[in-house]
């Protein structure tokens, strides 16, 4: 059992950066994989970033090289490093952690708008 709570999103000019937080709560420990996912209007869900218990990272190509992906395993938190925002980034962002052996868990969103 996980919940996870986002903050950090908000409205930003095109070029700004956000930082979205997310923490986690329960069995943190048991966490494999924590993820950000984002779903605009209109559209389906899409995989934004993931990292592993190892560290190691995946980018979804239309984000590779603007945002970092990152964790504190042991606090059972991660963050999404936003950089050189665009208009089509907007979109609600949302956690997810895959449990080891387990099943996943969602947070419930935050909001980023990207507008000039």
């Known amino acids: 059992q996980v919940q996870l709570v986002e903050s950090g999103g908000g409205s930003v000019q095109p070029g700004g950066s956000l930082r979205l937080s997310c923490a986690a709560s329960?069995?943190?420990?048991?966490?494999?994989?924590m993820d950000w996912y984002r779903q605009a209007p209109g559209k389906e869900r899409e995989l934004v970033a993931a990292?592993?218990?190892?560290?190691?990272?995946n980018y979804a190509d239309s984000v590779k090289g603007r945002f970092t992906i990152s964790r504190d395993s042991a606090k059972g938190t991660a963050y999404l490093q936003m950089n050189s925002l665009k208009p089509e980034d907007t979109a609600v962002y949302y956690c997810?952690?895959?449990?080891?052996?387990?099943?996943?868990?969602w947070g419930q969103g935050t909001q980023v708008t990207v507008s000039s």
């Open positions: 329960g069995s943190v420990r048991s966490i494999n994989v």
């Open positions: 997810h952690a895959l449990m080891m052996y387990g099943p996943g868990y």
């Open positions: 990292i592993n218990s190892g560290g190691s990272r």
